[in-house]
């Protein structure tokens, strides 16, 4: 066999493997049907790959006419992968079934750890080490440890640069200690792109070839998938900053060093610099006293309270979000745009306010795109962080023995 009939083999192999990954049941009919592979194909496909015991038969398909057609899954226990989404709040270490379930999980509470990067990475292998052993699993079989951890991040040295809102972690080469310490491949992405990556193959984008995630939280970021593939951009994978998306040319300095980011103007912690110099003026205000040392839950708990100087700026915020949500329409067409971070989940009216506004600047006789509330994001960023793993191990090393 020459390469290019081998490369051929092996991308019809990930074909199939990536279609049963999707849609968690196929038949070898169907997969014919959806692939433009013939039968014959498929069959000789599904017979090695259920040799090598990378899938596997489920319950036979009923309903139809004739005799019922055998479906087939990933075997979910073949291999397992080590999860790691960590943000400013807390870090959940679990690890996961090729299916992306659950197997075991622990959490780090972040305020609890000392400032040293030394005695996080120290917590970081413990609890890797724990959900490993108490899931009884044979350490042959974790294939490896994907980390979802804030932007920006240098993906293909595993460098983790400089998060503005988690400074522990500056210049942290997490995937050369962790690989040295544990013995494991680890693979390093943003978390909004850990998220995405969820979000595509067990969340709401799980119908969709072609999404974007916009995570609204104390910053502002996001993860883009085409063609069911992480998109990252070329060399230093900043692809999906949308957070600095420029939408005021004069408006205020962002931490990136421009003015006017969507970062700057709309993210939780924009809205809480605005509302501190707001309080400064208003004295009898109840959270005057506290205004130099505000948190998140203050601004959602004051809006809940119908407090008139957060409203605005939180509707502020869902107005210019939903201006880069339309720009984000018109540069990319997704099928899909998922929008997750506290200022979602905080203020049920933020999500309206964008939808509404995106919506209201679409092009003459463009679609009306899907625009939905993401699921929790540490779960989407916990599963997404173990399906960097199953990628790679799809990609490179599914189709060998071992």
């Given at each position: 066999?020459?390469?290019?009939?081998?490369?051929?083999?092996?991308?019809?192999?990930?074909?199939?493997?990536?279609?049963?990954?999707?849609?968690?049941?196929?038949?070898?009919?169907?997969?014919?049907?959806?692939?433009?592979?013939?039968?014959?194909?498929?069959?000789?496909?599904?017979?090695?790959?259920?040799?090598?015991e990378l899938v596997r038969k489920d319950l036979p398909q009923t309903?139809?006419?004739?005799?019922?057609?055998?479906?087939?899954?990933?075997?979910?226990?073949?291999?397992?992968?080590?999860?790691?989404?960590?943000?400013?709040?807390?870090?959940?270490?679990?690890?996961?079934?090729?299916?992306?379930?659950?197997?075991?999980?622990?959490?780090?509470?972040?305020?609890?750890?000392?400032?040293?990067?030394?005695?996080?990475?120290?917590?970081?292998?413990?609890?890797?080490?724990?959900?490993?052993?108490?899931?009884?699993?044979?350490?042959?079989?974790?294939?490896?440890?994907?980390?979802?951890?804030?932007?920006?991040?240098d993906s293909k040295e595993g460098l983790v640069l400089m998060p503005?809102?988690?400074?522990?972690?500056?210049?942290?080469?997490?995937?050369?200690?962790?690989?040295?310490?544990?013995?494991?491949?680890?693979?390093?992405?943003?978390?909004?792109?850990?998220?995405?990556?969820?979000?595509?193959?067990?969340?709401?984008?799980?119908?969709?070839?072609?999404?974007?995630?916009?995570?609204?939280?104390?910053?502002?970021?996001?993860?883009?998938?085409?063609?069911?593939?992480?998109?990252?951009?070329?060399?230093?994978?900043?692809?999906?900053?949308?957070?600095?998306?420029?939408?005021?040319?004069?408006?205020?300095?962002?931490?990136?060093?421009?003015?006017?980011?969507?970062?700057?103007?709309?993210?939780?912690?924009?809205?809480?610099?605005?509302?501190?110099?707001?309080?400064?003026?208003?004295?009898?205000?109840?959270?005057?006293?506290?205004?130099?040392?505000?948190?998140?839950?203050?601004?959602?708990?004051?809006?809940?309270?119908?407090?008139?100087?957060?409203?605005?700026?939180?509707?502020?915020?869902?107005?210019?979000?939903?201006?880069?949500?339309?720009?984000?329409?018109?540069?990319?067409?997704?099928?899909?745009?998922?929008?997750?971070?506290?200022?979602?989940?905080?203020?049920?009216?933020?999500?309206?306010?964008?939808?509404?506004?995106?919506?209201?600047?679409?092009?003459?006789?463009?679609?009306?795109?899907?625009?939905?509330?993401?699921?929790?994001?540490?779960?989407?960023?916990?599963?997404?962080?173990?399906?960097?793993?199953?990628?790679?191990?799809?990609?490179?090393?599914?189709?060998?023995?071992?």
């Open positions: 066999m020459d390469n290019s009939q081998f490369q051929l083999k092996n991308l019809n192999r990930r074909l199939v493997l990536n279609y049963i990954r999707k849609n968690r049941l196929a038949t070898k009919a169907g997969l014919a049907a959806v692939t433009g592979l013939t039968f014959m194909a498929i069959q000789k496909i599904i017979a090695e790959l259920e040799s090598l309903g139809g006419v004739g005799r019922n057609a055998i479906t087939y899954r990933v075997n979910e226990k073949y291999g397992y992968s080590v999860g790691i989404h960590i943000n400013s709040f807390r870090t959940t270490v679990a690890l996961l079934d090729l299916n992306g379930s659950i197997v075991q999980r622990v959490y780090l509470e972040m305020e609890h750890l000392p400032p040293s990067q030394e005695r996080f990475v120290a917590d970081l292998v413990d609890a890797v080490e724990h959900v490993v052993e108490a899931s009884a699993i044979e350490r042959s079989k974790v294939l490896g440890v994907g980390i979802g951890v804030p932007g920006p991040v503005p809102n988690l400074k522990l972690l500056h210049y942290l080469p997490l995937k050369r200690i962790l690989e040295q310490q544990l013995q494991l491949p680890v693979c390093v992405q943003k978390d909004t792109n850990a998220i995405a990556l969820g979000e595509y193959w067990h969340g709401l984008g799980s119908r969709y070839d072609n999404l974007v995630y916009l995570d609204l939280d104390a910053g502002i970021g996001g993860g883009l998938v085409i063609d069911g593939k992480l998109h990252e951009g070329s060399e230093g994978g900043v692809a999906g900053e949308f957070g600095h998306m420029i939408m005021d040319v004069e408006g205020p300095l962002c931490n990136c060093g421009n003015r006017g980011c969507l970062e700057a103007i709309g993210s939780g912690l924009a809205i809480l610099r605005a509302f501190s110099q707001e309080l400064a003026g208003h004295p009898e205000h109840k959270l005057y006293l506290k205004r130099n040392s505000l948190g998140l839950q203050d601004v959602l708990e004051a809006a809940a309270a119908s407090d008139l100087l957060v409203l605005h700026l939180l509707n502020k915020s869902a107005f210019y979000t939903g201006i880069a949500v339309r720009n984000l329409i018109n540069l990319f067409n997704p099928q899909i745009i998922i929008l997750g971070g506290i200022l979602i989940k905080g203020y049920p009216r933020f999500f309206e306010i964008v939808k509404d506004v995106a919506d209201s600047r679409k092009m003459k006789g463009s679609r009306e795109q899907v625009i939905l509330v993401s699921e929790p994001s540490d779960e989407m960023g916990i599963v997404g962080a173990g399906e960097i793993v199953a990628d790679h191990f799809f990609e490179d090393v599914a189709l060998r023995q071992r």
